[in-house]
């Protein structure tokens, strides 16, 4: 693992170089979210960071995404310090940013008339996007009228118009069901293969991670949270998120994963009963 003061050689799309957040509270210490850490994201890597409850991951991913600035150390991004917001990368939520009053195609259509974009060009390349995510007929439907993974779609054809070279996912699917959770995840891994994009993936559920990632990342439980465990995924690509899980690798992965996670899960409950 590189050391936090020495940036290692080679192009990286995210470099956290002692990254430090704490969050200031009146009339108390500061609460230390993060301790210093260290850690690099190659690009067309595919990461998660999973971690128990309140440890930090969303904190993490909003330092990436120049959401919140580090008080302490650095990040780098494709070598260079980030400045501010990250414009270059693309952030989806669990909660749809859909706007309710425009079209499924309008909203694919937004980023691109937001840089600039000739509508129609912007809506020829949206009805594209859209049927890249298997959507081709629902152009004309209203967020309200989609199913909730046929709004993730809608989600996820909306960032990825716009071809960032990041990736920042916070529990994406979460408010999903089990089976579509799965699907929408081999779809994320059919539009991410061969584009080169870096993936931060943060999620609760080890099996997701495991199933859609070259590497996930450990965090232990906060306050103060650090990076304790970074496991290469030695599965075939392309996967299948479903199938993945019936390998015996996947499960020599999640045992290993898991005997670790699970002593920082009762450490959190723990901690938040305290
Ligand atoms: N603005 C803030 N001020 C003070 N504390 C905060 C603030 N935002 C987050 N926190 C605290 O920072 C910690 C980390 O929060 P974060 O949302 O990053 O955790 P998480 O690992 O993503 O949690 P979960 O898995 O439950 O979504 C939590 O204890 C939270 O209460």
Not at 19 to 35: D, H, I, Q, S
Not at 199 to 223: M, Q
Not at 243 to 267: C, M, N, T, Y
Request: net charge neutral; glycine share 10%.
């Amino acid at each position: 693992m590189p050391s936090a003061t020495e940036a290692p050689q080679g192009p990286l799309a995210v470099h956290f170089d002692g990254v430090r957040l704490a969050f200031p509270v009146k009339n108390k210490p500061e609460y230390e979210v993060l301790a210093p850490l260290t850690l690099s994201v190659a690009p067309q890597q595919f990461i998660s960071i999973v971690g128990p409850t309140g440890c930090g991951k969303s904190t993490l991913l909003n330092v990436a995404a120049g959401l919140l600035k580090p008080t302490g150390g650095r990040v780098l991004i494709d070598g260079a310090p980030l400045p501010g917001l990250n414009r270059g990368a693309g952030y989806l939520f669990q909660q749809d940013a859909l706007m309710p009053w425009k079209t499924a195609l309008q909203n694919v259509a937004v980023p691109l008339e937001i840089a600039g974009i000739p509508a129609a060009e912007a809506a020829e390349r949206a009805q594209a996007w859209l049927g890249k995510v298997g959507l081709a007929r629902f152009g004309d439907r209203y967020p309200h009228q989609l199913s909730g993974g046929q709004r993730k779609r809608v989600g996820m054809a909306q960032v990825l118009i716009r071809d960032p070279q990041l990736l920042l996912m916070d529990e994406p699917f979460g408010p999903l069901d089990a089976q579509t959770r799965q699907i929408m995840g081999t779809l994320l891994l059919d539009l991410w293969a061969g584009t080169g994009k870096a993936v931060i993936f943060v999620t609760h559920d080890l099996e997701e991670a495991i199933a859609l990632s070259d590497r996930v990342i450990l965090l232990s439980a906060g306050p103060s949270a650090r990076l304790i465990g970074d496991y290469d995924i030695d599965l075939p690509r392309p996967r299948n998120t479903a199938d993945i899980r019936l390998l015996p690798r996947f499960h020599e992965l999640h045992h290993a994963i898991w005997s670790q996670l699970r002593g920082e899960v009762a450490k959190a409950y723990a901690e938040q009963a305290a």
